[in-house]
């Protein structure tokens, strides 16, 4: 069951709002002019190891919680979150990302007693990601492996649509990363009883910059 | 959760609503009260822009009217309505949808609902929100989860025989508007077969031919829309 569940979240044709983001390589591959493989590589690695470890970390803190059914101060979480986001655009993705989270959760589950972040604003993308997978079993290994490969496959697919590259090349490049992110995984398990305050803050200062660049562009194909 | 003709619980009414599965009926969340939602799709310059424009002038002054916009690049059409001055400005807001027009319609349609309910709440009277998809192919049809009726939109440049070929947004789709009749014998186009080909194709579903920038280009359209609108507010009131 939860194997499945799992299936289903990996789904690029799940509906939470992702395909019209690419996770900063609009901006990246454009402003830097990042034009092959290799460069889409780099970039990914540099997201993995810096946003990808924070995001995992957390990701698996909040399944850990809900999983041991401890309360979550979900206003801390949410502070939390916020203070490793650099950038305000960034910031406003990834709360425009959990409110669709949200919606696709409460209209999938309705009428379910659905765990999900308590407060007044739209969560972050992963808090909800985080309530949506430990409401249908998924494992915090699993989910912080699955957001993973979401983080890595919202660029791939905008790099595929921007710039053609040969879609076999792309999942050979997305297979030869399963080993780094393998390590990210493990990493962010570590995490799991630790205090918010204390998780993994890795960020990427230029990235923040790029997507603030590309927030005042007149013409873009992605809203991210 | 009980509707199931012959399938019958029981069990006390303080057993809560247990919905087995053979109880789970596979729809939308509850529609009560909101606005009628009318999708305009089509392929691309075929006019949907400009039947957005022609609707708004046309029913403005008798419906408080929302629009929402996708396009691929960022917000051109939203711009283009903003700048002919068709509605205040607040009420036209733009989606931008990812390399993937039809995908923000029909697959994955969270941004298009964000947008939509948003634009709803905040201007508090709307009647009818029209959703303008970007321009896509033939097979690009709304999902049923954002709209409530949808139009269609070719046009005669894009070659008579595109109604023949059919096609989801062709068979399907709420109306169907045949555009640009003005243009027809200019590009080879034979209106009256294209016509008689869409209707063959769709089961008695209603077919406009009109050229919607040209006076009362608009009207037959703007008829059915009141229409939509009436009846879906007096089955919701």
Known sequence: MATGALALLADGRFPSGGHAHSAGWEAAQKLLQLDDTAALRSFIDGRLATVGLTEAAFVAAIIHRLDASVSIAWGEVDAEVDARIASPIARRTSRSLGRQWVRAARSIWRGESLALPAGDGDPHQIAAFACVAAHVGITPEDAVRLHLHHLVATITTAAVRLQGFDPFAIQRLQFDLLESTDRIVDDALSWQRVPWSELPASSGPLADQLIEHHATWDLRLFQS | ?237
């Open chain 2, 1 to 237: 959760m009980h509707g199931i003709p012959g399938h019958s619980h029981d069990h006390d009414d303080d057993a809560g609503d247990e919905a087995g599965p053979d109880d789970v009926a596979y729809g939308s969340a509850a529609n009560d009260g909101r606005p009628i939602r009318i999708g305009i799709g089509g392929p691309v310059g075929c006019g949907k822009t400009s039947l957005v424009a022609s609707l708004c002038r046309e029913l403005a002054d008798e419906l408080s009217i929302a629009v929402v916009t996708n396009d691929i690049f960022t917000t051109e059409d939203a711009e283009e309505l903003r700048r002919q001055g068709v509605l205040p400005e607040e009420r036209i807001v733009a989606v931008e949808t990812g390399c993937c027009p039809h995908t923000a319609i029909r697959d994955d349609i969270s941004a298009n609902l964000d947008a939509v309910e948003a634009l709803e709440d905040r201007l508090g009277d709307v009647q009818l929100t029209l959703v303008e998809s970007g321009g896509d192919n033939l097979t690009a049809i709304f999902s049923k989860g954002l709209v409530d009726r949808q139009v269609f939109v070719i046009d005669t440049a894009g070659g008579d025989d595109v109604p023949r070929k059919g096609g989801p947004g062709i068979a399907s789709a709420d109306l169907l508007l045949i555009n640009k009749i003005d243009l027809a014998p200019h590009v080879g186009s034979d209106v009256d077969r294209m016509v008689a080909d869409a209707s063959e194709r769709r089961s008695g579903r209603p077919v406009i031919a009109a050229a919607v920038t040209k006076p009362s280009g608009v009207d037959e359209i703007a008829a059915w829309i009141r229409g939509e609108q009436r009846d879906w507010a007096s089955a919701t009131a």
